[in-house]
């Protein structure tokens, strides 16, 4: 039986959202529920984003423990604004929501289950969806170019070795396709030479990678970040819990552009005309790391980091912008 799901950076992410009764907060990562349960238990709202289908499980539970104040969308988070449209909770206030959270990426449940094949530490088969349509693992590394698998692995996965581990998969395609994760696994192990002694697994960047392209997960938040921006009202909080590099970056560069950080420019270059006038106000100073007492209790969170900020009232940027 695997351990109880622990919300990452809970306690700090209530201190930025600040949940109040009466108030409508998107849960746009539900996952096992646990910030919509202090979302609920603090007398707001929820309406939560979930493609995974096992979130329905212990959403049930929610539903019935808070009526009417409880709404799940099997969506992509991507599809907040589409979510929004049809809630009956959102409907009420136009479409606008007090807050909107993210916890990207893979939770602990999904790593846990085998058949899920997110794990090169427990045999299963090479899916790694997070919904139940689309390409798999598996479909990736037994149809994709050399060239494109390299570029998968070295882009989402930032593995030094990608041009290696790609030519060698497609050579043991060639015999037998992938199916298995433990088989994908050894494959890499063996590319790059062995573990050699290395303090982490060599597979961690592929499968990294793969689930990233398999999900679609950049994309997918930059996409959420636009959404959340269009559907805050003024004074609205935005909280996001990165665990990786990649996806932090896109944090940080979104919050840092919107809240009116752009970088000095150099005298050597030509002016920069202002842009448009900051529609988020930084709530943290950088970014929050999770306390030595979190990462005792749920190793999980030693590589999180939280980026809050507030909604103003300008106008949402255009795309082009």
């Known amino acids: 039986m695997s351990a109880p799901h622990l919300p990452v950076m809970l306690q700090e992410v209530l201190d930025q959202v600040a949940p109040q009764p009466g108030e409508l907060i998107v849960d746009a990562t539900f996952g096992a529920g646990g910030y919509s349960k202090a979302f609920l238990e603090a007398g707001s709202s929820v309406l939560a984003f979930d493609r995974d289908p096992s979130a329905h499980a212990f959403a049930a539970p929610l539903a019935q423990a808070h ?14 604004r589409q979510g929004l449209e049809v809630s009956s909770a959102a409907a009420l206030r136009g479409g606008r929501v007090d807050a909107v959270v993210f916890d990207i990426g893979v939770s602990s449940m999904q790593v846990d289950e085998a058949e899920r094949g997110f794990s090169f530490m427990r045999d299963g088969p090479l899916d790694m969806r997070m919904g139940a349509d689309g390409a798999t693992a598996a479909d990736l590394v037994n149809t994709s170019e050399p060239e494109e698998l390299a570029r998968i692995f070295w882009v989402y996965g930032e593995e030094r070795a990608s041009r290696r581990i790609a030519a060698a998969l497609v050579r043991r395609r060639e015999e037998v396709p992938f199916t298995r994760t433990l088989d994908l696994a050894e494959t890499v192990e063996r590319a790059v030479g062995g573990r050699k002694g290395a303090p982490t697994h060599p597979a961690t960047r592929v499968f990294q990678a793969l689930r990233i392209a398999v999900n679609e997960e950049l994309d997918e938040l ?18 996001v819990v990165t665990f990786h590099s990649l996806e932090d ?19 050597h270059m030509p002016e920069v005309k202002p842009g ?12 929050l790391a999770p306390s030595a007492a979190e990462i005792a209790l749920n190793p999980r969170a030693r590589s999180a980091k939280l980026r809050s900020a507030q909604r103003t009232g300008a106008p949402i940027w255009s795309a082009a912008a």
Not at 67 to 80: I, K, V, Y
Not at 249 to 267: D, H, M, P, Y
């Open 67 to 80: 009526p009417g104040r409880f709404e799940l969308a099997p969506r992509r988070f991507s599809e907040l």
């Open 222 to 239: 930059t996409s959420g970040l636009l959404a959340a921006e269009a559907a805050l009202i003024e004074g609205g909080r935005l909280a």
């Open 276 to 287: 448009p006038p900051p529609s988020f106000v930084l709530t943290t100073k950088g970014c």
């Open 249 to 267: 970056r896109i944090v940080k560069a979104f919050l840092s552009e919107r809240s009116g950080k752009t970088q000095g420019v150099s005298r």
